[in-house]
């Protein structure tokens, strides 16, 4: 039984409906086991209530998998399987058909989806970073998926194959536009960015980016002179995280440009309130 501190983000309980494992840790009219879904859509906004306007808290990509707790009026209400995120999302996002679990992991930032394997032919939709695939042949040049439609090949990794670092993983969103609660190379926010970049790498970590400040890997020390951060220590300062890249510079989206950007220590905290003495955490993610 998850025995963290409750929290609506990650733990799926109202006043009218809770997910059975909550029972005797918080009161609701009645309780539920989920139903297993999965997204079948490019990528499926989070959003905090059920409604088309509602604020988007998060976002699900292509393949990820989902608990289902309640539905209705087109929306359901879900947990996400990668990092426990609980919200609303439009219901004809999800599938509900069985489906082998997913082999691959796309690599490229985006990539095409084909009819038939060849890149001459109109595509027929698109996958993200991150997204999962279950792919049924490997051909040369193209990846055949299990519901027909081809990739190339190049664009995916085994899921059973991390990456081996998170920054040059953050570099391949450089210029995606910044995006309240995005996670998908059309749009991320800075905790998004952070997450699916350590996913890439293996890791589990939480969504916002205070979760990530508290939990994230393991506390690194702060180095006197910025421009010691070590490649792949994750900066913390309020409202705010960033990687940096060991050289002096720091990947992270943000909305000053309403991107995500590469730049130099300096000109980051020039900006910053509070300069470099902003930040409260560095985090570092060990294997």
Not at 194 to 210: E, F, L, N, T, Y
Not at 234 to 249: E, N
Request: glycine share 10%.
């Amino acid at each position: 039984m998850d025995s963290a501190p409750l929290d609506h983000r990650r733990h799926p309980f109202r006043d009218d409906i809770a997910a059975t494992y909550l029972k005797g840790r918080v009161t609701a009219q009645r309780f539920v086991d989920p139903l297993p879904a999965r997204v079948c859509s490019e990528v499926l906004s989070i959003q905090a209530r059920p409604e088309p306007r509602a604020m988007q808290i998060s976002e699900l990509l292509f393949g990820e998998d989902v608990a289902i707790y309640d539905q209705g009026a087109g929306w359901a209400w879900i947990q996400g399987a990668l990092d426990g995120y609980v919200g609303y999302v439009r219901a004809d996002g999800l599938t509900r058909e069985p489906r082998p679990a997913p082999t691959h992991i796309v690599s490229a930032r985006l990539s095409h989806l084909f009819a038939a394997p060849t890149i001459k032919d109109p595509p027929v939709g698109r996958v993200t970073l991150g997204a999962r695939l279950n792919v049924a042949d490997i051909d040369g040049k193209f990846a055949q998926l299990d519901d027909g439609r081809h990739l190339i090949a190049g664009h995916i990794r085994a899921i059973d194959a991390p990456e081996a670092d998170l920054v040059d993983v953050a570099l391949r969103n450089l210029g995606a536009p910044y995006l309240w609660g995005g996670r998908s190379s059309l749009g991320l926010d800075c905790s998004g960015l952070v997450q699916v970049a350590v996913q890439a790498i293996g890791g589990k970590p939480p969504r916002d980016s205070d979760m990530q400040r508290d939990e994230l890997g393991l506390n690194a020390p702060k180095p006197a002179d910025m421009r010691d951060l070590q490649r792949g220590d994750i900066v913390y300062f309020p409202g705010h995280c960033m990687i940096a890249d060991g050289a002096g510079k720091l990947v992270h989206a943000n909305a000053t440009h309403m991107a995500v950007t590469h730049e130099p220590v300096e000109t980051v905290f020039a900006r910053t309130r509070g300069g470099y003495g902003a930040v409260t955490h560095i985090r570092r993610w060990m294997r």
